[in-house]
């Protein structure tokens, strides 16, 4: 099955494709244009290079989020556009799984944080079982780091761009617990949005393009003036 994942949950978009699990050709843009402005010809420009054309792909994955308001709108926008035009499926993932998955299997608990600004992170728990089957053992959240450090007493593998913002301070406040991967895991890969996608996709497991919203885990600030104005 070939599968073209997409992931614009951060500033830093990528786009990977698979086929039967193996990741044929990925793409990553960290420059200050909006994924408006490249994402179709990022697209175009690894098809192009993995001599796949669009009507071989089996279906598209798309990672929903949390992350940035903006790039999470375009990405389905974009995505939506494309499934219309190829009548291929949709897979939607949770960029914080794609984040978790992109970690091999370990004993240790997985968190996953992105950048969510005004001093919050989004985040959830994973752990790998026994049968190295990755579960999620929380929700999606929207956190202050202050308040994800008292939730944990046990060692940690940290990922994702929050690390950035916050690396230091979790580095500090949990001491030995604190552990942190190679840098190139604290982006989602296209290739792995793509596998989670494929799975899902085998299963038969499909977003309704009509309908299917990103994951936003808490009100966009338009939304919060909106709601203050109501108030009024």
């Known amino acids: 099955m070939k599968v073209l ?20 050709s990925e ?8 994924h408006s402005e490249r994402l179709l010809g990022a697209i175009d420009h690894l098809l192009k290079e993995a001599r796949c054309p669009m009507e071989e792909l089996d279906g598209w994955a798309i990672s929903l989020g949390p992350g940035s308001f903006t790039g999470l709108r375009i990405g389905v926008s974009i995505v939506k556009g494309l499934a219309y035009a190829t009548q291929k499926p949709v897979a939607g ?12 299997p370990t004993p240790y608990l997985i968190c996953p ?19 190295n089957f990755l579960n999620r053992r929380s929700d999606y959240q929207a956190m202050r780091p202050e308040d994800l450090i008292k939730n944990i007493k046990e060692k940690v593998i940290f990922v994702g761009d929050g ?32 596998r989670l996608g494929s799975e899902l996709l085998d299963k038969g497991v499909s977003l309704d393009v009509r309908t299917f919203i990103p994951i936003y885990v808490r009100p966009s ?12």
């Open 5 to 24: 994942g997409i992931d614009t949950s951060t500033r830093c978009g990528s786009v990977g494709l698979i086929d039967e699990g193996e990741v044929i």
């Open 27 to 34: 793409y990553f843009l960290s420059i200050p244009v909006t």
């Open 93 to 104: 993932v949770s960029s914080l799984d794609v984040l978790a998955s992109q970690i091999s």
């Open 113 to 131: 944080i992105l950048d969510a600004r005004k001093g919050e992170v989004y985040t959830a728990f994973y752990r790998y079982d026994e049968a």
């Open 163 to 194: 690390i950035k913002t916050y690396g230091d301070y979790l580095n500090n406040s949990l001491s030995s617990f604190a552990l942190f991967p190679n840098p190139s895991l604290h982006l989602p890969h296209g290739s792995a949005v793509a």
């Open 221 to 232: 600030e338009a939304e919060i003036k909106w709601q203050e104005k109501r108030s009024i």
